[in-house]
């Protein structure tokens, strides 16, 4: 089945270090997207891409990075730059960028938790 | 203000009962709209789209009200399994590519 799979599930990580977490899809979506979620907020966009070796600042990227060496994975990594790292990561897809009908398919999370 | 507004709720109500929640936008540049469902410690997943004509889905019913700048969720018969948060998205264009901004959420309690 398609889908998008995050890993891992649960996170902890100790102060001043960085830690990776997985996003990969077989949709063959050319979009992907990495949001973060705190308790009583919205979703708020990290990163994003579009194609292949190319990807944009979202709206909170400091103290993050990504890369898109391939359409199928957009890995996320959280660095010791990240003050408050505690949160829900949400990664999601889209077959087109620019067309507005079409919605999100998210993966189902990973809950990153400093210890 | 934030661009996409709801209210958190929550909104308790019996079994059967019919609930509309209403998510309003700031930015008339707005082109599309969607409604998530998102259950306690899940992924938000996409509950309808939300189309100039209205739409509906079942015991689901959307509808889009551009001159006002809102959009609402009526859910008929209402049952324990929607028990969730609900969240708005808008997509809008931004500088040439196109922003999905995400509400905080409503969150629905049906009740036994």
């Known amino acids: 089945d398609g889908g998008i799979t995050q890993s891992p599930k649960y996170l902890f990580r100790k102060e001043g270090q960085n830690v990776t977490l997985s996003c990969e899809q077989n949709?063959?979506?050319?979009?992907m997207y990495w949001y973060r979620q705190d308790p009583g907020q919205g979703l708020r966009l990290i990163y994003y891409s579009q194609i292949v070796n190319d990807f944009q600042k979202g709206d909170i990227a400091e103290g993050y990075s990504v890369s898109r060496e391939k359409k199928e994975s957009f890995p996320l990594t959280v660095t010791s730059a990240q003050k408050n790292p505690t949160a829900f990561y949400l990664c999601a897809s889209n077959t087109v960028w620019d067309e507005s009908n079409y919605g999100y398919t998210f993966g189902s999370g990973t809950r990153l938790t400093v210890v | 203000r934030k661009e996409v507004e709801q209210d958190p709720g929550p909104f308790n109500v019996p079994e059967g009962a019919t609930v509309a929640f209403n998510c309003t936008y700031s930015?008339?540049?707005?082109?599309?709209f969607f409604w998530y469902r998102q259950d306690c410690r899940k992924e938000p997943k996409l509950l309808m789209s939300?189309?100039?004509s209205g739409n509906e889905d079942g015991r689901f019913t959307a509808q889009l009200n551009r001159a006002s700048q809102y959009i609402s969720l009526l859910i008929r018969d209402s049952k324990l399994s929607d028990s969730a948060t609900y969240l708005c998205?808008?997509?809008?264009?931004?500088?040439?590519?196109?922003?999905?901004?995400f509400g905080t959420g409503t969150r629905l309690k049906v009740l036994a």
């Open positions: 939300v189309y100039s």
């Open positions: 930015n008339s540049a707005s082109q599309s």
């Open positions: 998205v808008v997509n809008r264009e931004n500088s040439g590519t196109y922003k999905y901004i």
């Open positions: 949709l063959n979506h050319d979009a």
